[in-house]
């Protein structure tokens, strides 16, 4: 992805990404071009896509910032959260993301998607996820002295399979890979397996 020098107008730049955003929900980012994001803007002259972002990709980029920060700040809000981090109940939160899919589904979708594709958007992604597991780890370690964790495994280590294991979960989902049927079996399974391997807890259990 190349980077340009922008000298384009606030407005403009941000009709571009309303476009894009309106486009994202109803197709992949990897079926978008920048024709179809003018279209849907308004707007006809490739110059001024160009005046604003040096690609699709870097208008991607763009977009999903603040959507990846409220995605984080609902993220952290769970962690910190111990009635919820280490009960079924976190079920019911996971379920906001993974099956009723949140205001940033469509965003959040193609996020998981592309990570890996977007060198500069890779580096942002990893970032957030370490960020993430950096304070799950500190919950973890938490509820270890308080004699509520049962692995043996680092609390770095417990927290960073959790969440990149739903993290590929997630993606295995969406591409319909063998064995992950559904969203919400996808989720009940993510769930139960981190709360009986870290915590020792039956989500099922009466």
């Not at 699709?56 to 952290?76: K, S, Y």
């Not at 940033?104 to 957030?128: G, K, T």
């Not at 973890?140 to 049962?150: C, K, N, P, Q, S």
């Not at 319909?176 to 996808?186: D, K, M, R, V």
Request: no cysteine; charged share 20%.
């Amino acid at each position: 992805m190349t980077t340009k020098t922008k000298n384009g107008n606030p407005q403009t730049r941000q009709a571009i990404l309303d476009a894009l955003e309106r486009t994202l929900e109803n197709r992949p980012l990897g079926e978008i071009a920048v024709t179809d994001i003018l279209a849907e803007a308004g707007l006809s002259s490739r110059t001024t896509f160009y005046q604003h972002f040096g690609g699709r990709d870097e208008a991607f980029v763009a977009l999903v910032g603040r959507a990846l920060n409220e995605i984080g700040n609902e993220v952290t809000a769970v962690i910190h959260d111990a009635s919820v981090r280490r009960t079924p109940l976190l079920r019911k939160a996971v379920d906001r993301w993974m099956v009723r899919g949140g205001r940033h589904w469509h965003l959040a979708r193609n996020m998981l998607l592309e990570w890996p594709r977007i060198p500069e958007f890779r580096e942002i992604f990893v970032a957030f996820m370490t960020g993430l597991s950096e304070q799950l780890a500190a919950a973890i370690d938490e509820d270890r002295r308080a004699g509520l964790v049962v692995t043996a495994a680092p609390s770095s280590t417990a927290a960073s399979m959790a969440l990149w294991s739903a993290e590929r979960a997630m993606h295995a989902t969406m591409v319909g890979a063998y064995g992950f049927a559904s969203s919400a079996a996808t989720a009940d399974a993510l769930v139960a397996q981190h709360l009986a391997l870290v915590y020792g807890v039956n989500p099922t259990a009466k």
